[in-house]
């Protein structure tokens, strides 16, 4: 693409070195760049690409996207802010594909990825094609393999490449997971939504937003944005629902779901079991019973999260039964890795995401089982949240087992400690203590017996561990079928 045609879409304040080259990429880090490609000068928490852009023009940079003059003799387009316009520059490289997508953005603290993939399935149901982006990376369908991801909504130039990707693979209907960071940071800027459903909000990424008025402020960019004719999906149990809804402009449709507060989409009559959950779903004059293969009270409202977005798009009710009621679990949501005892690997590393799963756990352990609870805490993250999930892991559990996440540059052990805080009293026989997560998990196989329900929580689907210095091979699913499946000798 000519770069006089993205001067005219980004309109920086001032062009230097004029020259109208062609432009045949974005890239904002000079180790990966490639020949004829513009480098945006992006500004992070620790870096700044404005001192990499000299080594950008060694490496091939034919123009530069920057937020103060370089001494380099190539085209500069100078802006206020390159982390809103590497978003107005990506959309008009790869042709704006989202205008031609019905895209559909779902935000919250919790729940984002499951419901994503309820939306896909529902579409697929109703034989409509539907490509999902997420954490776990972006598929063309259900029953395709993911694409690397290396954010829960990839950054600009990658997010609208693999729209324009899902276009040419001749899908219309988009289902994306958006991130607070996300919206801050600006990497949906320019995407037409069709609509937005939010799932909750509820304590996490402080360590980025500081407070939860700020992170609430980031998550309603993605429905105060929303286009007249667009649609909001919002759970009306959460505390911040008004707030949802006030945001919303004028002409977009608003369809509310919940089951403690009247709502457009309600479920009731609900009952758990060990095989799942089941309940009434009512909206208007319909009536259908659902019965999931999936468990817990959070699965009713992904499940009604899902539904209203098909609802909006003019998907009946049955349609949504027949996709939900063929549903497994999510990879690292609530899976069950092992029967005997029942070993839940999830992603829970909320507070409320871990009192979520907790309940749901409890409704499954027998009255002569214990409920163990395996986690940590992620380093360089929010602090605060640590003594908050101990407290609830307690509270919740009759045994715990306190061990490292991401521990990133911190230390194990001081990340255990904040934990600790938490607790009420430390009773050696009830509350264990192990920094390696491999040792922690062998650890459950001494202290489950085969009634007992344990929760491994925190990585789910992760197949990592950050450490200080290197980042290894690791994945919770793996150590629970070593040790308990394939009975590794203690």
């Given at each position: ?24 990429g ?50 500069q ?29 779902v ?16 579409f ?37 490449h ?7 693979s ?77 945001v ?22 609900i ?26 009270m ?24 027949a ?37 749901a ?8 089982g ?7 805490c ?6 605060t ?27 194990p ?22 920094p ?55």
């Open positions: 693409m000519e770069l006089s045609k993205i001067i005219k879409e980004v309109e920086p304040i001032e062009v230097l070195n004029f020259k109208d080259v062609d432009i045949l974005i890239s904002y880090n000079s180790k990966t760049i490639n020949s004829h490609e513009i480098f945006v000068c992006l500004k992070g928490e620790h870096v700044d690409g404005h001192d990499y852009a000299q080594m950008a023009f060694e490496k091939g940079a034919v123009a530069l996207m920057c937020e103060k003059p370089l001494n380099i003799e190539i085209p387009l100078i802006v206020t802010s390159t982390q809103e316009k590497i978003a107005d520059l990506s959309a008009c490289f790869y042709h704006n594909p989202s205008r031609e997508l019905n895209l559909i953005g935000t919250g603290t919790n729940g984002k990825t499951t419901v994503t993939h309820l939306i896909q399935k529902i697929e149901q109703n034989s409509k094609k539907c490509a999902l982006i997420g954490t776990l990376g972006y598929k063309l369908s259900s029953n395709s393999e993911y694409f690397e991801a290396k954010h829960t909504t990839p950054q600009a130039p990658e997010l609208q693999t729209l324009q990707r899902i276009l040419k001749d899908i219309l209907n988009v289902v994306t997971e958006v991130s607070s960071h996300s919206l801050e940071q600006h990497r949906v800027r320019k995407c037409k939504f069709s609509g937005a459903v939010f799932t909750n909000l509820t304590q996490d990424h402080l360590d980025f937003h500081v407070t939860m008025e700020n992170y609430f402020n980031a998550k309603s960019k993605l429905f105060s944005e929303l286009n007249e004719g667009a649609y909001a999906v919002i759970n009306n149990d959460d505390k911040y629902a008004q707030r949802f809804i006030d919303v402009p004028k002409g977009v449709d608003i369809i509310t779901y919940g089951v403690k507060n009247n709502s457009d989409l309600m479920a009731k009559n009952e758990f079991t060990s095989s799942g959950v089941s309940f009434d779903c009512v909206f208007k004059e319909q009536k259908t019973f659902i019965k999931l293969m999936l468990n817990g959070f699965s009713v409202y992904n499940a009604l999260a899902a539904i209203g977005c098909a609802l909006a798009n003019g998907i009946a009710l049955d349609v949504s039964k996709a939900l009621e063929s549903t497994k679990s999510v990879a690292g949501r609530f899976e069950i890795v092992c029967t005997s005892p029942l070993v839940i690997v999830d992603y829970a590393h909320t507070p409320d995401g871990l009192e979520n799963i907790l309940r756990a409890r409704e499954l352990t027998p009255k002569d214990s409920l163990i609870c395996l986690f940590g992620g380093g360089d993250r929010d602090a949240k640590r003594p908050k999930m101990g407290k609830i892991a307690q509270s919740l559990s009759d045994k715990i087992v306190i061990t490292s996440d991401n521990p990133r540059s911190e230390d052990q001081q990340i255990i400690t904040d934990i600790l805080s938490g607790l009420k009293l430390i009773n050696p026989k009830t509350v264990f203590v192990e390696d997560r491999a040792e922690a998990i062998k650890l459950l196989r001494k202290l489950a017996n085969d009634k007992d329900v344990v929760i491994v929580a925190g990585k789910g689907h992760e197949n990592y561990q950050i450490l200080k210095d290197k980042t290894i091979h690791f994945d919770d699913r793996e150590e629970v079928a070593k040790v308990f499946i394939n009975n590794v000798k203690l």
